[in-house]
């Protein structure tokens, strides 16, 4: 049930740009985006409840695609405050089936 | 600094010791939920209280008992707890009654059994 994620860890020059996907095996109702730094609780970066939404803000966008259970988080012109792991979080349509984060993608950006 | 508050901070308790950890958010939220992280390892749910009613419980021994007394706070009492429950404990809290709602952690318990 737990989502897969891609890569499991990416190291970046700062204002280079990073693509992190998170796909499942179930039909989703939504997908979540949170950066957790070390020592830190997680953060709310967005939610997405629609097939095909893109949502974003400021150099931080994501996308999903409810056919293929796919989503997307996009990074551009990294800054070293977006160091951190990046968790998804997909909610199934299946009755019975809970919020699950995915493993995480680990992120560092290097000056 | 979070809007959800978590108390302790840190917690090493026995085997055999009977404690519990606290949560509390003044925004208004009608959901709160406990999560458990192992180092290097994704949150993962263990309950979730929908306007102070008990909604989801994720296969969670008997010896963790959820409480949410009112809707601001939320309890989880410990007993007899095992060495591998060992963790960092998070609450969060959301808007409304579904998981369609982004969820503010608190800062979390890091709990250790001896």
């Known amino acids: 049930q737990q989502p897969v994620q891609s890569p499991q860890a990416v190291i970046l020059r700062e204002g280079e740009d990073a693509v992190i996907n998170c796909s499942s095996s179930k039909a989703l109702y939504s997908v979540h985006w949170y950066r957790q730094k070390h020592g830190e609780a997680p953060v709310f970066l967005m939610i997405l409840l629609k097939g095909g939404e893109q949502k974003g803000h400021e150099k931080i966008s994501a996308s999903f695609n409810e056919k293929k259970q796919q989503s997307s988080l996009y990074l551009t012109a990294s800054q070293l405050s977006y160091s951190g792991t990046y968790f998804c979080g997909t909610e199934p349509r299946n009755y019975g089936q809970n919020f699950v984060f995915g493993p995480g993608t680990r992120l560092s950006v290097l000056p | 600094d979070t809007e959800v508050t978590q108390t302790p901070k840190h917690l090493v308790m026995g085997m055999t010791n009977k404690k519990s950890l606290k949560c509390e958010q003044h925004m208004g939220h009608r959901a709160m939920y406990w999560y458990k992280q192992k180092a290097k390892k994704p949150p993962e749910l263990m309950f979730v209280y929908s306007y102070e009613k008990l909604s989801i419980n994720e296969s969670v021994p008997s010896r963790f008992s959820p409480e949410c007394p009112n809707s601001s706070l939320l309890n989880l009492h410990l007993h007899a707890l095992q060495p591998e429950d060992s963790a960092l404990y998070l609450c969060?809290?959301?808007?409304?009654?579904?998981?369609?709602?982004?969820?503010?952690f608190g800062d979390g318990t890091r709990l250790s059994i001896l």
């Open positions: 969060a809290s959301s808007q409304g009654s579904g998981l369609r709602q982004p969820q503010h």
